[in-house]
């Protein structure tokens, strides 16, 4: 079994990006952080960024076949992709809306997230942890 961590766009910058809201480390230390908890689980991982919205609506129809769940930062398109949101609502396997940071103590218009009401659910505010949470919980509820 396997798991799609899905960045969308600027998330490649994580590190360097405005640090004092995103923090200093990379993605690349996101992603082997997670790898570390899933070491031993027989699940394997498989990390994408992209910052184009159609490469990641293709990623995510491709994920319903052998995954058994989606962590999936979208960055702004969550505020803002409609196609996204059908794409999530189009296959079967669950995604986990991820922000590092707490949008809701941001600008107005990170407040609403496009995505959340077709995610099993969202991580929000904690960080690059929130990596590690959503990751938990699909080790914790696979079948
Ligand atoms: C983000 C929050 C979004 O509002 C923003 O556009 C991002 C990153 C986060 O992880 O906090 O690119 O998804």
């Given at each position: 079994k396997k798991i799609l961590l899905l960045n969308g766009p600027n998330l490649n910058r994580l590190g360097?990006?405005?640090?004092?809201?995103?923090?200093?480390?990379?993605?690349?230390?996101?992603i082997n952080s997670?790898?570390?908890l899933l070491e031993g689980s027989g699940i394997?991982?498989?990390?994408?960024q992209s910052n184009h919205e159609g490469m990641l609506i293709d990623w995510i129809h491709e994920a319903n076949d052998g995954y058994m769940g989606i962590i999936f930062n979208p960055?702004?398109?969550?505020?803002?992709?409609?196609?996204?949101?059908?794409a999530i609502s189009s296959i079967?396997?669950?995604?986990i809306e991820v922000h590092i940071s707490n949008v809701h103590a941001r600008e107005p218009f990170r407040h609403h997230s496009m995505l959340a009401p077709v995610c099993k659910g969202q991580i929000v505010g904690l960080g690059i942890e929130g990596y590690i949470l959503a990751a938990t919980?699909?080790?914790?509820?696979r079948n």
């Open positions: 360097k990006r405005e640090p004092s809201i995103y923090g200093h480390e990379t993605l690349e230390d996101v997670v790898e570390t394997s991982l498989i990390a994408k960055g702004a398109y969550t505020h803002t992709s409609i196609a996204i949101r059908d079967d396997v669950p995604v919980y699909l080790l914790n509820n």
